[in-house]
C-alpha cells in the first residue's frame, strides 16, 4: 500500500484562491458539469462574486472593468452571459449596400472595440492630411443594465465622446431627442444589422438583440416588436404568415390592410434606416499568411486608401481596395492577384535591386526607410481578369509587379509599368487603432 505521504493533493486541499484560479479556465458548462462531482464544490461554483467574477476577469479583465458594468448592480453571472455573446462584435467590419442614410457618404468601415462599461462602434475613414492617419468617429453605444438585458443607442452626428461618463448608459434616459435607440441583430457569425428599436418611445435607450453568436434567441420587452424590430428575413417571414392568415380568415383584407398601414407608420416614424455591416476576418497577418490583413497606404493621387488582403482557397493572394460604397465601382475594388507564394530571400540579384531603387515610395517625407527583407512576384493582376478596364493589355511587363515585404512586418508593391511603390502600414494593432486623429 503506499504511503499516505505520497498520495497527491486532492482538489478540495487547495486553498480557496487557487481552487477559483482554476476554475476561471473553464467554461460555464464544464463549471456546472464540475459542480455535479461532489456537494461540497457546489456553493463555491454558485458563487456570483467568487467564482463568476473570477471568470469574467480571467476573459475580459485586461480590455474593460468588469466591477463597473451597470454600476455594479449586475451579477456577474449575467454579465458574462451578455460579454461572451457579444465578444464576436469587437473587430473591423464593413458597411454593406446602402440606404437613405448615406446622405454625407458615411465611411465603409466601422471598428467595435472594447470601451471601460460598454461596446462602441466607431466609423473608420482615412483622412486627408497626406499622411498615415485616420479619422474615429464613435457612434454606437452598447452596454447591459442591471437586469441583464441589451441597451444600446447610437449617435448618427457623431457628437458623444468616448469617456467613462457612460457608465450605466442602461439606467440612463438622457438625450432623447439626439440618439436613437436601436437594435443589434446577428444573422450567423459574419452578418450585423443595426436598425433603430422604434419599440422604446418612453425609453431611448433601450435595446434588444433577437439574435447572438451563436444563434440564440433571446426575449425582449415592449409592445408588437415582433415584426418591426427583427431581422429582415424575419419580418418577411412575418408578414407572409399574416398574409396567408388573414386570407382565410373572415374579414381577412382589412386586418391585412390595417397591418400595412400600421406598418407603414411606423417607418415614417424611423429616425434611421438599418444599416448591414459584414465582418473581416483574419485582418491581421500570421507567420504563414504574412501579407493578410487589413491595412492603408497612400496611393498615386496621394490620398490614404485601405486595402484588404486575402489568401484564397486556390492558393492565391488576393488585394482589393476597401472603398466607399456609396460609388459605383469604388466599393471593392480590385488591385491585384497573383497565384505565387515563394518568396526570394536576401540577398538579391542586382537587377531586382535596381527595380526596387529605381522607385518613388508613396508615403510621407517623414517615414523612415524600411529595410527590405524579401521579394514575392506579382504574376498578374486584375487587368487580367476585367477586360473593359482601361488601360488593359496582354503586355506581361504591364501585368507583372513585386511585393516588397520589410523587416518590420510591412509591405509595399507596385508593377513594372509604373515609377512607384505603395507602402502598406497597420490600421490597428493589438486591438487598437494606429495614428488616429480628431472625431469628423
Known amino acids: 500500500m503506499a504511503n499516505s505521504e505520497t498520495l497527491l493533493p486532492s482538489f478540495s486541499d487547495f486553498p480557496e ?18 459542480a455535479c462531482t461532489s456537494k461540497r464544490l457546489v456553493s463555491l461554483c454558485r458563487s456570483d462574486h467568487k467564482l463568476w467574477f473570477s471568470l469574467c476577469d480571467r476573459r475580459w479583465g485586461s480590455r474593460t472593468q ?28 464593413r458597411r454593406s449596400g446602402h440606404g437613405r442614410n448615406d446622405a454625407g457618404s458615411l465611411p465603409p468601415l466601422v471598428f467595435f472595440e472594447w470601451g471601460p462599461t460598454f461596446i462602441t462602434g466607431s466609423r473608420v475613414s482615412p483622412s486627408r492630411d497626406g499622411d498615415y492617419s485616420v479619422t474615429k468617429a464613435p457612434f454606437l453605444f452598447l452596454s447591459v443594465n442591471s437586469s441583464g438585458e441589451r441597451v444600446g443607442f ?29 437594435n443589434v441583430s446577428f444573422m450567423g457569425n459574419c452578418h450585423v444589422v443595426i436598425e433603430e428599436n422604434l419599440s422604446c418611445s418612453n425609453s431611448p435607450l433601450r435595446v434588444s438583440s433577437y439574435g447572438t453568436l451563436r444563434g440564440e434567441e433571446n426575449g425582449v420587452e415592449g409592445d408588437n416588436v415582433g415584426v418591426e424590430s427583427g431581422s429582415p428575413p424575419d419580418r418577411l417571414m412575418s408578414e407572409m404568415y399574416q398574409y396567408f392568415a388573414n386570407r382565410t380568415s373572415p374579414c381577412g383584407d382589412r386586418a391585412w390592410r390595417r397591418q400595412r398601414r400600421r406598418e407603414k407608420e411606423r417607418q415614417g416614424r424611423r429616425k434611421w434606416e438599418p444599416e448591414h455591416f459584414v465582418k473581416i476576418v483574419n485582418c491581421s497577418p500570421t507567420p504563414s499568411r504574412p501579407l493578410q ?47 505565387n507564394t515563394t518568396f526570394v530571400e ?37 487587368d487580367l481578369v476585367i477586360a473593359d478596364l482601361p488601360g ?6 504591364q501585368v507583372e509587379g513585386r511585393i516588397w515585404q520589410y523587416e518590420n512586418g510591412t509591405f509595399g508593391f507596385g508593377f513594372l509599368r509604373d515609377n512607384h511603390i505603395i507602402d502598406l502600414k497597420h490600421i490597428a494593432k493589438d486591438g487598437h487603432l494606429l495614428d488616429i486623429n480628431a472625431a469628423l
Request: aromatic fraction near 12%; charge should be negative; include cysteine.
Open 17 to 34: 484562491d487557487v481552487q477559483l484560479c482554476i476554475l476561471s479556465f473553464l467554461t460555464p458548462a464544464d463549471v456546472a458539469a464540475f
Open 293 to 339: 490583413g487589413l491595412w492603408k497606404g497612400i496611393c498615386d493621387n496621394m490620398n490614404l486608401d485601405f486595402f484588404l488582403v486575402t489568401y484564397d482557397d486556390i492558393g492565391g493572394i488576393a488585394c482589393r481596395r476597401v472603398g466607399d460604397s456609396s460609388k459605383p465601382f469604388s466599393g471593392y475594388a480590385p488591385v491585384f492577384w497573383t497565384s
Open 392 to 397: 488593359s493589355t496582354v503586355n506581361p511587363r
Open 154 to 182: 447610437l449617435d448618427p452626428e457623431c457628437r458623444l465622446e468616448l469617456s467613462d461618463d457612460l457608465v450605466g448608459i442602461g439606467e440612463l434616459g438622457l438625450w432623447e431627442n439626439e440618439l436613437v435607440p436601436i
Open 66 to 93: 468588469i466591477k463597473k458594468w451597470a454600476s455594479g448592480k449586475i451579477t456577474f453571472k449575467r454579465l458574462y452571459k451578455f460579454l461572451s455573446e457579444h465578444e464576436g462584435l469587437i473587430g473591423f467590419w
Open 346 to 382: 536576401s540577398p538579391f540579384s542586382p537587377e531586382e535591386q535596381y527595380i526596387y531603387d529605381s522607385r518613388i515610395h508613396l508615403r510621407p517625407p517623414t517615414s523612415d526607410n524600411e529595410v527590405v527583407s524579401r521579394i514575392l512576384s506579382i504574376n498578374s493582376s486584375y
